[in-house]
C-alpha cells in the first residue's frame, strides 16, 4: 500500500511536471508573440498575421497536448485512488491538485502582468485545467462518500 502511494506521488510530479511545461511554453511563445509580431504599427501585413497564426496554433497545440496528457492521466489516477485509496489518499490528492492550480498561475501571471493588452488570453489554459481539477475532486468525494456509505469503509 504504502509504495502505491509513492507511485501514485510520481505519477502526479510527472503529469503536473508535463502540464506546467505545457503552459509555460505556451505563455513563452504568446509573449513573444505579442512582443515581436504586434498586431498594431505601421509595419503591418498579412505575412505578419500569418506568422503570427501559425506560431499561436503550434503554441496552443502544444499546450493543448499536455493539457491532454495531464487530464486523462489525472482521471486514471483518480480512479486508482477511489479504487484503492482512503480519504487521507483524496486529500493528498486535493493538496497536489492545490498546488498544481497555484503553479499554473506562477506559469502564466508574470507574463500577463508584463503585456496587459492580451492579459486574459494567457489564462485561458489554466481555467480549462482548474476546472477539469475541481470537477474531479468533486466527483472523487461523492465517489467516496457513496463508497464509504453502501460498503461501509
Known amino acids: 500500500m504504502l509504495a502505491d502511494i509513492y507511485k501514485n506521488k510520481w505519477i ?39 506568422q503570427r497564426v501559425s506560431c499561436r496554433v503550434f503554441a496552443e497545440t502544444i ?17 486508482s485512488i477511489l479504487r484503492n485509496g482512503s480519504l487521507r489518499d483524496i486529500r493528498r490528492w486535493f493538496g497536489y491538485s492545490a498546488l498544481t492550480v497555484f503553479l499554473m498561475f506562477v506559469c ?5 502582468m508584463i503585456d496587459p493588452s492580451f492579459r486574459g488570453d494567457y489564462l485561458f489554459p489554466v481555467w480549462g485545467n482548474t476546472l477539469v481539477l475541481i470537477v474531479l475532486f468533486i466527483l472523487m468525494s461523492a465517489a467516496y462518500l457513496i463508497k464509504s456509505i453502501w460498503l461501509g469503509k
Open 12 to 50: 502526479w510530479m510527472l503529469l503536473r511536471g508535463a502540464l506546467l511545461a505545457g503552459i509555460l511554453f505556451h505563455s513563452l511563445v504568446f509573449f513573444t508573440i505579442n512582443k515581436f509580431y504586434p498586431l498594431s504599427g505601421a509595419n503591418y501585413s498579412v505575412e505578419l498575421l500569418e
Open 63 to 79: 499546450s493543448g497536448g499536455c493539457s491532454g496528457i495531464f487530464i486523462f492521466g489525472s482521471i486514471l489516477l483518480a480512479f
Open 108 to 112: 502564466t501571471v508574470p507574463f500577463a
